[in-house]
């Protein structure tokens, strides 16, 4: 049986190698891809969402544009490690297709109704759409949300907080609370799971899309060159895809998670109560170690199976 899946994002290199992973997956029914301002604007995030769909003849895929900005803070953008086109290194056309004529929310209501409720969202950006979605549609509730965002101890925004949480983190603070059946894919186990440049290569021989994915990680791998000293990639975005169809590569553990909203130095942080102190209940599922090598195999060759 296949999942079906929604996939709210904010391409971004590691989102658009989700996207082409979800794309080569049979496990998965994509039902639709949704975007929110994180990575670059909504408006770059959207167009480059098609144009990697266009990149490999899916532009029947819907697309809807959601939240341009966080639901509190400012919009600050990751143009840090994605670029001005949030997407820089290799050239892709611009898009052909439009978005739909809808808000994303809506849209991601719509989806999740006609299923019944039997959808996995998987968002890969701040979680404004999300969190929008919970408040304006309680009724159109997601059977599991899996996040790429926080981390038990680390950041990579500040030294407390990872990006996704970080840019909006009362939309997160929300989800985590909502009592749906949420996963959190975090930085404990996406840096865990790196693509290496041998991993790059086998892309890059494969034809036009490895190249593509090769030519991303060229680009995205200089940032974690400089910043972690090692040229060897997470690509979150794509671990949190695959957890939505294959348990067993993420050990999750059933804990307490709560975002600082409050603090500006620790803004964004995911306080997770691994060894429950809080005497708070459990509300997130949150990833504590991964078979990085398998994941990476299997992006890897699923990449390759698209060419
Ligand atoms: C997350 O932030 C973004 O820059 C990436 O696309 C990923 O979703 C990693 O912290
Ligand atoms: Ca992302």
Not at 17 to 46: C, M, R
Not at 241 to 264: I, Q
Not at 298 to 305: A, F, H, P
């Amino acid at each position: 049986m296949t999942v079906p899946v929604l996939l709210d994002c904010d391409p971004g290199h590691d989102d658009a190698i989700a996207i082409l992973l979800a794309l080569a997956s049979p496990e998965i029914e994509l039902l639709g891809v949704t975007t929110v301002a994180g990575n670059q604007t909504l408006a770059k995030v959207t167009a480059n969402a098609i144009r990697v769909l266009e990149l490999v003849g899916r532009g029947d895929v819907p697309v809807a544009a959601g939240a341009d900005r966080p639901l509190v803070r400012e919009q600050l953008v990751a143009d840090f490690v994605h670029g001005d086109t949030g997407l820089d290194g290799p050239a892709l056309p611009p898009p052909r297709g439009a978005p739909l004529e809808r808000h994303a929310v809506d849209v991601l209501a719509e989806r999740i109704r006609e299923r019944d409720g039997r959808v996995v969202l998987v968002a890969t950006g701040p979680l404004t759409n999300v969190a929008l979605l919970l408040a304006l549609h309680p009724v159109a509730r997601p059977e599991r949300i899996v996040v790429m965002g926080g981390a038990v101890a680390e950041g990579n925004v500040t030294p407390a907080a990872e990006f996704n949480v970080w840019a909006d983190p009362e939309a997160a603070q929300r989800v985590f609370a909502s009592g749906v059946d949420v996963t959190m894919i975090g930085l404990d186990v996406t840096h865990r799971a790196l693509m290496r440049r041998d991993h790059a290569e086998r892309m890059r021989a494969a034809g036009r899309v490895g190249r593509f994915v090769a030519e991303l990680w060229d680009f995205f791998s200089r940032f974690h060159l400089e910043t972690y000293g090692s040229e060897d990639s997470p690509v979150h975005d794509a671990l949190a895809l695959v957890h939505a169809f294959r348990a067993g590569l993420v050990e999750t553990r059933f804990v307490n998670v709560e975002v600082d909203c409050e603090s500006s130095l620790c803004r964004g942080r995911t306080v997770v109560d691994v060894w429950r102190r809080s005497g708070r209940e459990p509300n997130v599922h949150v990833g504590l170690a991964v078979d990085g090598e398998a994941f990476v195999e299997l992006l890897v060759e699923r990449i390759r199976s698209l060419g």
